[in-house]
């Protein structure tokens, strides 16, 4: 009964009556604004990505920031690169001092580490920035490296006198997804403390399935504002550069615009939530006190016995090979049990087994669900099968994990991801240890 209904809905319209003819259509240049706008409104995030990645020209490097994104800069001879007036990139001990009184002076300050991995158990620092306002914020690089970068102040010594501001637990700070800079500071002898509002966090409790909530999805829905991409500064695929080779001034514009951006998302986000008291309870009671205990959890990470996978990792190889050596008796040949193709014709042009499940293009298929169809029907499907079983057991698990444990700790370090599943269970990434069978 639905087929005439679906009929109708895939049939393409040629009697609409148009205000205009085809030919008075005319192609214009693209209104990148009104597009933004549009695709945010009706979360469009692939195709808003889309848009902005095809604004970048293709070579991307740290040196060239297009123009949309480009901040004006001025030299100010205290040592205080000026970004709009208001975005500084601080590289002498003066104007460090003068950032650091203002950082004891706010009552809330934003925070935000650039580092040399997405890792945070392996990320050093490159530089750190800071908020107290919106509209004025700091970039403070300590470790670029690039030919001619010019001298900036020392990690360790900086690290040091931010230390007992970041370990103050009466001292309120703001972070996006702040639990990765727990983690990264903690390789630096730094227990971040007082990590008041995360706005990743605030955004995820107000509303879970409204939108990602990343930085630059949250700037454009809540914000109307196209961030500065990573790819803007650091480049793209092959020719991506690390954070630590991006020249200071795009690197001031694009970090200290992170804090920037961070302080006015709880701006917007905090107050939403103050006015519904049964989810500001939510984010005060379950969510923010959980952070320091994920990154306490992740921070441990989890023993694994390498000896002991790679004895499991034997011993699945061994009875890999002992399915193949059957399959090969059963099709009276050797043949790839990894090849779609292969397993195509000796399933069904050879063994004259029934077709169940069709590719998209017509072919037999062999994924799972066909071979499950037609396992009672002999005893090659039902190998298959467990063949691939094991195959995923020693490549996700006995291989990988060995391959993954941190070489410091001789542990796993997971990701525990607090703004992903909109039911608001935890998740597991990197490597996903909920999935361990």
């Not at 095809?54 to 070579?59: F, I």
């Not at 037999?364 to 009672?376: G, K, V, Y």
Request: hydrophobic share 40%; glycine share 6%.
């Amino acid at each position: 009964p639905q087929l005439p209904l679906s009929r109708q809905l895939a049939t393409i319209r040629l009697d609409v009556p148009l205000d205009e003819a085809p030919t008075d259509l005319a192609l214009r240049e693209r209104d990148l604004d009104a597009l933004r706008r549009l695709y945010a409104r009706y979360e469009f995030n692939a195709a808003l990505k889309d848009l902005d990645n095809k604004a970048l020209p293709d070579d991307l490097r740290g040196a060239n920031v297009p123009a949309q994104y480009r901040k004006p800069t001025t030299s100010d001879a205290d040592g205080t690169l000026a970004m709009q007036g208001v975005y500084d990139c601080v590289v002498d001990q003066a104007a460090f001092d003068g950032w650091l009184d203002r950082l004891r002076d706010a009552e809330l300050f934003a925070i935000d580490t650039e580092t040399t991995s997405l890792d945070p158990m392996r990320a050093e620092i490159v530089g750190l920035s800071f908020a107290v306002e919106t509209g004025k914020a700091a970039y403070v690089p300590l470790a670029h490296d690039y030919p001619g970068a010019p001298p900036q102040l020392g990690r360790d010594a900086v690290l040091a006198a931010l230390k007992p501001l970041l370990e103050d637990p009466a001292k309120a700070k703001l972070g996006q997804h702040a639990k990765y800079d727990i983690n990264v500071f903690s390789r630096y002898g730094i227990t971040l403390q007082g990590v008041r509002y995360d706005s990743m966090l605030e955004s995820y409790v107000w509303n879970s399935t409204a939108t990602r909530h990343d930085m630059d999805s949250l700037a454009r829905r809540y914000l109307g504002y196209t961030t500065i991409p990573y790819e803007a500064v650091a480049g793209k695929g092959a020719k991506q550069i690390p954070f630590s080779q991006v020249a200071l001034e795009q690197a001031s514009a694009y970090a200290a615009e992170d804090a920037d951006i961070t302080l006015r998302l709880h701006e917007t986000l905090w107050p939403k939530l103050a006015k519904e008291p049964g989810l500001q309870r939510v984010y005060e009671t379950i969510e923010a006190p959980l952070i320091p205990v994920l990154a306490r959890m992740e921070q441990r990470g989890v023993l694994v016995d390498t000896n002991a996978l790679r004895v499991q990792s034997n011993e699945l190889a061994k009875r890999m090979h002992a399915l193949q050596q059957r399959a090969y008796e059963i099709a009276g040949r050797t043949f790839s049990l990894d090849s779609p193709k292969q397993l195509q014709a000796i399933l069904f042009d050879e063994l004259k087994l029934p077709i169940v499940v069709k590719t998209p293009t017509g072919q037999p298929s062999t994924n799972e669900e066909a071979l499950d169809a037609i396992a009672d029907q002999h005893e090659l499907p039902k190998l298959i099968l467990d063949y691939r079983g094991f195959a995923k057991l020693r490549s996700t698990y006995t291989e990988k994990l060995a391959e993954i444990v941190n070489p410091n700790t001789g542990r796993v370090h997971t990701s525990y991801g607090q703004a992903i599943a909109a039911t608001g269970r935890l998740s597991s990434n990197d490597p996903n240890l909920q999935n361990i069978p």
